[in-house]
């Protein structure tokens, strides 16, 4: 189940499987909330789309106050569309500088996980009995190269995670009603047995409408985490431009939008503003 729900003036969707936790904080935030002008209005978290530098630095404090994020504690990523993931244990430093990475996890409490999207999806990772978080950036590249088999692997490599105990959630992606991809893409999802199940042929010759969100959710199901485990937002980025960007429907020119989890010490700190979320 999910639901929108207002953090200050940002608007975001919530797994309630998730915030049921009570030791964590998540958002797949929306457009909805910062101070972006168009085409990258509002709430753009883009570093390389072309929005002024001033207006992404707002967003982002907007951001960590908002989700009482403590300073130089929101991770982020120079997203390469790869399969690399990194690993925050409570020994090793924080980054200073972007990692190129696609896949971020950690066991600290206190440090959020982002990742940016404009129709690629956003994957969180929850292991519920080891309080360990993981979040993942899966476009198409990333989703056939099986970023998200690979995070269930690392988490049970670096912090013993039994994929029983995890649970997963796919947040707001292009859908396979608008997500037309060719052949040379297509082929890239050859070698998966499952693939007829989240592709299928458009009218015109070449072309499949491809469901991003069904692939990754049968790769996560392929790598041990029980399908009940496993939520899907099943909202369109590139339907809903009014509270999402997608690169897709706006020709390219786009901003970005953040999803975010983190650990948190004191339990969850959500202060929902809303008089009552609406779930979808
Ligand atoms: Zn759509």
Redesign the pocket.
Same mark, same amino acid.
């Given at each position: 189940m999910f639901g929108f729900a207002l953090m200050g003036a940002i608007e975001y969707l919530e797994s309630g499987e998730l915030s049921a936790l009570g030791f964590l904080t998540h958002a797949f935030c929306t457009r909805r909330g910062g101070v972006s002008r168009a085409p990258y209005d509002g709430l753009n978290v883009g570093d390389l789309v072309g929005d002024r530098e001033e207006d992404l630095l707002r967003n982002l404090n907007l951001v960590k106050d908002a989700f009482a994020i403590p300073d130089g504690r929101l991770i982020l990523m120079r997203q390469v569309h790869g399969d690399r993931i990194h690993v925050i244990d409570e020994e090793g430093p924080l980054p200073e500088r972007l990692l190129e990475c696609d896949g971020l996890t950690t066991d600290r409490t206190g440090v959020a996980l982002g990742i940016r999207t404009a129709d690629c999806v956003p994957l969180f990772f929850v292991d519920r009995t080891r309080r360990v978080i993981g979040a993942a950036h899966s476009g198409w590249r990333g989703t056939a190269l099986g970023i998200a088999a690979r995070m269930v692997a690392t988490l049970a490599e670096r912090f013993s995670s039994r994929p029983e105990d995890l649970l997963a959630v796919i947040g707001p992606a292009?859908?396979p009603? =608008?997500y037309e991809v060719d052949a040379p893409v297509l082929a890239a999802f050859s070698a998966m047995p499952d693939a007829g199940l989240f592709s299928r042929p458009c009218l015109q010759k070449d072309r499949w409408m491809l469901d991003l969100a069904l692939a990754n959710r049968l790769q996560i199901r392929e790598a041990g985490v029980p399908s009940e485990n496993i939520f899907s937002a099943g909202l =369109?980025t590139? =339907?809903r431009q009014d509270l999402f960007f997608s690169h897709r429907a706006a020709g390219g020119r786009a901003g970005r939008q953040i999803s975010l989890i983190m650990l948190s010490e004191g339990g969850c700190i959500k202060k929902c503003l809303t008089s009552g979320n609406s779930w979808v």
């Open positions: 292009i859908g009603c =608008c =369109c590139a =339907c």
